[in-house]
């Protein structure tokens, strides 16, 4: 909670798309905070061990199953498997609700450092909000590592979340969500806001890479 209090939360049910590092990392941010998860993957069956140690409020399922359960949807897919993972989730198991996307679009092909396969006038976020008419999409979570998302602990205080997203609300929501896992918050406006967040990134993998310490966060000062 950063020292600071926020007004508390009501318990929610969180579906994350994504078995991965982050989907199991923001997975137990949200129920440190009380929410119960649903996490999906196309196979539910390998998070078994993992969920055996997690706690009763979570369980697995299929990304269907995950989109369909959660008052609040977190997308945490390998950026060039979102557009199948939302195919096989149902759009309409997206209609109304506030979905965070911590995607990048990450292209590996070349090896490392990987390039961006969409950018400057288009972003992997703008894609997903296309993909989800009816939902209201907030880009976050996606320009810090896995490790640093919930509670991050840094000399120099808290780092700041960048976010952008179309639906005011929604971004209220998500806001609030960082803050308790200890952010400060960034709001860049509109979801084409996405385009500047997704290689934010790229700064984020380049300096981790060239530094062999992936201890670090974005902090914007002000005056
Ligand atoms: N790792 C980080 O620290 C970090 C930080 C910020 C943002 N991100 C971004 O967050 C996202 C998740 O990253 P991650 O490291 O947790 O895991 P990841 O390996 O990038 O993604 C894992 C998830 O993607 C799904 N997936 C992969 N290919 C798919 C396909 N063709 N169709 C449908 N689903 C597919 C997997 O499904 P199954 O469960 O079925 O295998 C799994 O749930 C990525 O977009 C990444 O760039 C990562």
Redesign the pocket.
């Given at each position: 909670m950063n020292g600071l209090e926020f007004p508390a939360m009501e318990a929610m049910k969180v579906g994350i798309?994504?078995?991965?590092?982050?989907?199991?990392?923001l997975a137990k941010g949200f129920l440190g905070l009380g929410h119960s998860v649903k996490?999906?993957?196309?196979?539910p069956q390998?998070?078994r061990e993992w969920l055996s140690t997690a706690g009763d409020r979570v369980s697995s399922g299929t990304?269907a199953e995950a989109a369909k359960s959660g008052d609040l949807i977190v997308?945490?897919?390998?950026?060039?498997?979102?557009?199948?993972?939302l195919?096989?989730a149902g759009p309409e198991n997206f209609a109304g609700k506030t979905v965070i996307d911590?995607?990048?679009?990450?292209d590996f092909s070349g090896g490392m450092p990987p390039k961006l396969f969409v950018g400057h006038t288009d972003s992997?976020g703008e894609r997903v909000q296309r993909w989800l008419p009816g939902a209201r999409v907030v880009k976050a979570?996606?320009?810090?590592?896995?490790?640093f998302?919930v509670n991050p602990k840094f000399p120099g205080g808290p780092p700041d979340m960048f976010l952008c997203g179309n639906d005011e609300a929604a971004k209220k929501l998500v806001s609030q969500i960082c803050q308790h896992f200890g952010w400060g918050v960034i709001d860049l406006g509109g979801i084409e806001g996405s385009r500047h967040l997704e290689p934010m990134?790229m700064v984020?993998v380049l300096y981790g890479a060239r530094s062999g310490a992936?201890t670090h966060a974005f902090k914007m000062l002000h005056l």
């Open positions: 798309l994504g078995s991965g590092d982050v989907g199991r990392a996490i999906g993957t196309r196979d390998k998070l990304f997308l945490a897919t390998l950026g060039t498997g979102t557009e199948q993972a195919h096989l911590a995607t990048n679009p990450l992997l979570f996606n320009t810090v590592g896995n490790a998302m990134c984020w992936w």
